[in-house]
């Protein structure tokens, strides 16, 4: 997959002897980046695809494939993208990240705002209370916003930043963690997404807050 080519090298090259802390992750062009600590493990790629398309062989889903990059990192000792909304059955709950490169259609770029970052997949920030009980439908249940800032404007990057607390198919209060940019050139979003209880979120609000201070996107403009 290419995204944490040379991950170990520069960590080992930042941190010196001490060895490396964070693993560097990066989209396939390099534009979209973060760090995740270096004990997480990432997701297998071939379950993302999986639950994000289906049966990975058909046309549509390979064409699908071509527009849609994605990494899934987990603290827990066994990953699982399952992780994504819940945590474990048992146990220490631990925090799970996933990132997400979009290109998107036309006519998702003559709709491009921030609501629309606010308001993509996974687990969609409701605008409305229609779109509200629309998500309870779904099994999104107990909606409690915790913040949410738009972020500085860096290089025609647009960007928001929301925390939000989601009761998953009537299981426990989780919390996420969203960022999401919009390229400069309107044609392609970029979103991360932590997950977490909310014991665990608080608990480990600094390493959080390392990784999405992290996220970056560099300016992509078309020729």
Same mark, same amino acid.
């Given at each position: 997959?290419?995204?944490?080519? /040379?991950?170990?090298?520069?960590? !080992? ?9 964070? $693993? ?14 270096? !004990?997480?493990?990432?997701?297998? #790629? ?6 994000? +398309?289906? =049966? ?9 494939? #071509?527009?849609?990059? $994605? ?19 048992? =146990? ?20 491009? !705002?921030?609501?629309?970052?606010? @308001? ?18 779904? *099994?999104?249940? =107990? ?15 647009? /960007? @928001? ?11 426990? @209060? #989780?919390? +996420? ?5 919009? !390229?400069?050139? *309107? ?24 990784? @999405?201070?992290? +996220? ?8």
């Amino acid at each position: 997959m290419g995204t944490v080519a /040379g991950a170990a090298m520069a960590a !080992s090259v930042l941190s010196g002897c001490a060895g490396p802390q964070y $693993t560097y992750v990066h989209d396939d062009t390099g534009d979209t980046y973060f760090k995740v600590p270096v !004990s997480w493990r990432q997701v297998d #790629q071939k379950t993302i695809d999986e639950q994000i +398309f289906g =049966g990975t062989e058909s046309a549509t889903a390979q064409l699908a494939k #071509q527009a849609l990059w $994605t990494a899934a990192f987990d603290a827990h000792d066994q990953p699982s993208i399952l992780h994504l909304v819940r945590g474990p059955a048992s =146990g220490e709950d631990k925090p799970f990240v996933f990132a997400k490169v979009e290109k998107l259609t036309e006519d998702k770029q003559n709709a491009a !705002s921030l609501n629309l970052l606010r @308001v993509s997949p996974p687990m969609p920030v409701p605008l409305t209370e229609d779109q509200q009980k629309e998500l309870e439908t779904e *099994g999104l249940s =107990g909606f409690e916003l915790l913040d949410d800032e738009v972020l500085p404007i860096v290089d025609g990057v647009k /960007g @928001v930043h929301t925390v939000y607390n989601y009761r998953v198919a009537e299981g426990p @209060v #989780q919390t +996420f963690d969203k960022t999401a940019y919009l !390229s400069a050139d *309107g044609t392609t979003t970029s979103t991360l997404l932590i997950r977490c209880s909310p014991a665990c979120y608080r608990q480990r609000a600094a390493e959080i807050a390392a990784i @999405v201070k992290s +996220f970056k996107v560099k300016r992509i403009i078309n020729p």
